[in-house]
């Protein structure tokens, strides 16, 4: 079993601060809770980042049957976790909408992984996966803590449940294969780097579901989260970071689309949330040029990058763009169309990368 890790939460530090800023009563109490936990793990996420890289130690093989083993849990209203099993795999649908779309959610996340890449799981050891709904009371937020998903009903007035988007399951379980594989420190780029990760494989997962092109997907992140109250479609906007949202309630969306507007903050561990728009961006181009279905060639070269055991837990935008070129010319060519994607669309968002293959 893997150790616990820190919590990865689906909505960014900064939504949070503005709601504790201009929300109700209730509202400020909320986010200021949800924040200090977040601010309280930051240090533990920061160290366990750098101290448990996958060259330390290696895991037992859980299962090798390629086999999905989903637990899904209900908490009922409270934080006792994991709570009490309410559908295992195999099950036919229960009552519970929640349940069974975190059921699903967690399905096509690991169908994803397995059919598209060959990946066994999270953990590639078929590592199963569990889920716990109803967290808390009103919980406006979702996230993975290194052994399973778990998941708040919304408040009902800003947020919906947070089962209902299934790219923000698929974003928070590759957290978990982020940190199998490579380990990206989550602060800075390198942080930004393992945020915009997951919303390429969270997207990615949507896109798997719907069985949409490049050309066909919306590029967002979290869309039905919002209720009709706020103003925005999504957490954020792959296609036009920086659009997602412009709310009295949750701020505007702070993405940027290009190196020239990057975020210098202390906040969010250094914008790991929105610095993340910049290499979302240049997936979202080279995906849409190479079109089709952006799982099977984009989404490979970022997989395979991922994977590369020269991608640092360190690694900066300019290393991992670099990676990307260099993977996409060994699945497809130095001279391919695959290639000159990549690299246009880093030139594109300000990633300087270098045009011969032999100074990657
Ligand atoms: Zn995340």
């Not at 294969?177 to 930004?192: I, N, R």
């Not at 395979?304 to 900066?316: C, F, G, H, I, V």
């Not at 000159?340 to 300087?352: C, F, I, L, M, N």
């Amino acid at each position: 079993m893997k150790p616990s890790l820190s919590r990865r939460y689906i909505l960014p530090p900064h939504m949070l601060t503005s709601l504790a800023q201009h929300g109700t009563p209730e509202q400020r109490t909320k986010a200021l809770q949800m924040l200090g936990h977040d601010h309280s793990i930051r240090t533990i996420r920061m160290a366990q980042g750098l101290l448990t890289s996958k060259y330390v130690g290696v895991r037992p093989a859980l299962n090798t049957d390629k086999a999905l083993h989903r637990i899904v849990y209900d908490v009922h209203g409270t934080k006792d976790l994991p709570g009490a099993v309410v559908r295992t795999e195999g099950q036919p649908p229960i009552q519970d909408t929640c349940a069974n779309e975190a059921y699903d959610g967690v399905g096509w996340t690991h169908a994803f992984y397995l059919q598209i890449y060959g990946r066994n799981s999270i953990d590639d050891a078929g590592m199963p996966l569990d889920a716990s709904v109803h967290y808390s009371h009103q919980y406006d937020n979702a996230f993975w803590d290194g052994e399973r998903m778990i998941f708040g009903d919304g408040d009902g007035q800003l947020f919906n449940r947070f089962t209902c988007a299934v790219d923000v399951i698929g974003h928070e379980l590759t957290h978990g294969v982020t940190e199998d594989e490579c380990h990206l420190a989550y602060v800075g780029q390198s942080g930004a780097l393992n945020e915009s990760i997951s919303d390429v494989f969270g997207s990615l997962v949507k896109q798997y579901a719907l069985r949409q092109t490049a050309d066909q997907a919306d590029w967002l992140i979290g869309h039905g989260l919002f209720t009709q109250q706020i103003k925005g479609v999504a957490l954020r906007s792959m296609s036009a970071p920086g659009t997602a949202y412009d709310d009295p309630l949750l701020g505007r969306d702070p993405q940027p689309a290009h190196m020239s507007h990057y975020v210098d903050t202390v906040e969010d561990n250094g914008g790991v949330h929105i610095n993340s728009g910049i290499p979302n961006h240049s997936f979202y181009l080279v995906a849409t040029r190479i079109g089709g279905y952006a799982w099977e060639k984009a989404g490979r070269i970022w997989y395979e990058t991922l994977r590369d055991s020269r991608l640092r837990p360190t690694a900066n935008f300019r290393m991992f763009a670099r990676l990307t070129l260099s993977n996409a010319e060994r699945l497809y060519g130095a001279s391919s169309p695959e290639w000159s994607a990549v690299h246009d669309a880093w030139e594109q968002v300000g990633v300087q990368v270098p045009t011969l293959a032999k100074e990657y």
